[in-house]
């Protein structure tokens, strides 16, 4: 359309950085010593071994005795965080909510918040959860009203092409209810919802980057997500004690259509997933292989699993019926990938290679070639390559755990790793509170044997416990190694206090030098867990809905009406600032009422609100956007409903009466 405005600015340029964002981030010592150990006493007092020998050690001195430094003494990186007023972002951080269940689009190098799109959540200033379309997507009860009102998003991940981002989708998990929403990268609106059959906790996800078989299709084609919570099937109360027959579902979700495409029967609980460039496998790291369902009980065995998953041939056994049948009652095919039924490599459809102690996070390298797996409960990062996994399906290597290649000792509490395009991965560690940058070529030579290898590059302290990181386009293999943002899990004292809650706070670090260099800091409402930095020129939104895309849409504003059907009563309405096309409607009490409202300004950024005191109706319609709501007129009166969104002089005047007559 012709008001497909795609502004973008010739690039703001990056400044030499003069050191004075960095200004008062001189920290107490005590305090981080503090937290560190606050963070063990609760693994300890658990009774648990986590097996970190070194964790009497202060976080400054860390497990590998690399030296940690803090920000103000570096000036190695250059880049700055400044953008002048008026002055546009270099890159779109796009950002989960947590269990706030939203998704939120923020600014980098800024970290200003630019929008939250409603996913899970309900939000009153959009009307997400009161419209009629919203509500179709997030689903309903045979009543009416929403079948789910709460969402706890983990990860975003978005649609590939050709190993890079493409802008088209945007997928954001919900742990809580097992569902996997869509949103439009042209609108920025979530389109699509999908609960998975027969799992709990869905946690992972990850887009693949192009198809195994078709050398045509170098896009995302499939979703995958991993479920974290083992449970029984059929989950109906017949069977809840006998913990053996508990499992998980590994899930194939059709990128355009959203249907659930396959499962596949795994042991353990799944976190996170990657998938490789070449589009023949996903993994997922996996805790508690031992299957317990205490809390000491999912921590006894020594090594867990990272899963690998061979795609082509989890969809060569479906095509040939090879599927067991569903206790759940669902028509998904679902394929054994149980360890115990893929003992025959050359037949298998899932690899296990052995990671130490309850790993998190497995990440891809931008090279192609390896997945890093971290330890969490040990000091370890893991090193798979991906050749060598195949290898294994190929029947050429004895043992799976030969695909590791390195299995450098980063620090404790390993999590989420990521990488910057020059061969470096960047792992958070929760329990020393600092990120870790460490040379993946030089974890390979190490674990050849080489004691010359540097591994360890530099170790830089953040605030506080981090959990997951990201660098700019990390995971596509236009990798640019500029920004690593820092998601932690607390803010304690970097803020000014509001009380018992707490914000998140989110780190930015110039990533371009040798030495990591701290250059910002935002509060974050909690609480993001992962995000993805994707540069701006591949985001292209529109300013403007296309009114064509809404099948209810008011086209003229001639055509506004009120038109009854029995007691079911459809009142046709524009908006145009600074007023709706109708001054007045009437219906009766008991009526059910269906106002469907098209916003006829073409203007960018015109939007118009329409709120119906005591009935509970509130949404807004940008421009050319088509929305509806449905209530019963059970109060008899005068109510005034009026625009809610400031768009006029006179936006204050833009009302309408519904006059509801008593039965
Ligand atoms: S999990 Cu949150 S810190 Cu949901 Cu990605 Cu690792
Ligand atoms: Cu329309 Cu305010």
Known sequence: MSNDKNKQPSLPPHHDDDGSMIEGMQEDVSRRKFLGMAAFTGLAG????????????????????????????????????????????????????????????????????????????????????????????????????????????????????????DGKYFWVNDKIHSRLARIRGDVMVCDKITELPNVQGFHGIFPDKRDPADANVNHTTRVFCGSEFRIPHPNDGTNMDDTDAYYGLFTCVDAET????????????????????????????????????????????????????????????????????????SDVPIVDGTKAANADPKAAVTCYVPIPKSPHGVNASPDGKYFVCSGKLSPTASVIELSRVLQWFDGGLEDPREAVVGEPEIGLGPLHTAFDGRGNAYTTLFLDSQIVKWNVDAAIKAYQGDKNAKVIIDKIDVHYQPGHLT????????????????????????????????????????????????????????????????????????????????????????????????????????????????????????????????NHDKIEDLGHGFAIPKYDINFVVSPHETKSVTFIADKPGVYWCYCTHFCHALHLEMRSRLLVEPA
């Open 471 to 598: 660098s700019s386009m990390n995971e596509t293999k236009e990798s640019d190694g500029q920004w690593l943002l820092i998601g932690n899990k607390f803010s304690k004292d970097r803020y000014l206090p509001v009380g018992p809650m707490h914000p998140e706070n989110e780190q930015l670090l110039d990533i371009t030098g040798e030495k990591m260099v701290l250059a910002h800091e935002t509060p974050v409402y909690p609480e993001p867990h992962d995000f993805i930095i994707v540069k701006r020129d591949v985001i292209k939104t529109r300013q403007v809905f296309d009114m064509d895309e809404f099948p209810n849409a008011i086209k003229e504003a001639k055509d506004s009406r009120v038109e009854r059907d029995g007691s079911k009563v459809t009142i046709y309405l524009t908006s145009m600032a600074p007023a709706f096309s109708l001054t007045e409607f009437k219906v009766r009490q008991g009526d059910e009422v269906t106002i469907i409202l098209t």
């Open 258 to 329: 959203m249907e659930v495409r396959w499962q596949v029967k795994v042991d353990g609980n799944m976190d996170l997933c990657a998938t490789s460039y070449d589009g023949k496998l996903a993994a997922t790291n996996q805790y508690n292989t031992e299957k317990g369902v205490t809390f000491a009980g999912m921590m006894s065995a020594e090594r867990d699993s990272c899963v690998f998953f061979n795609i082509a041939r989890i969809e060569a056994a479906i095509k040939a019926g090879n599927i067991i049948s569903s206790p759940d009652g």
């Open 46 to 165: 658990a009774g648990l071994s986590v097996g970190l020998a070194s964790c009497g050690k202060a976080p400054e001195k860390t497990s590998s005795g690399t030296e940690s430094h803090t920000a103000p003494a570096e000036k190695s990186g250059g880049l700055s965080v400044h953008i002048a007023p008026g002055q546009l972002d270099t890159y779109y951080n796009m950002s989960s909510g947590g269990h706030s269940g939203d998704l939120r689009i923020i600014g980098e190098p800024s970290g200003r918040e630019i929008t939250r799109i409603p996913v899970f959540n309900i939000d009153c200033m959009s009307g997400w959860g009161f419209t009629n379309e919203s509500k179709a997507i997030l689903g309903t009860k045979p009543d009416g009203s929403l079948k789910y009102t709460s969402g706890d998003t983990h990860h975003v991940h978005g649609s590939y092409e050709d190993g890079t981002y």
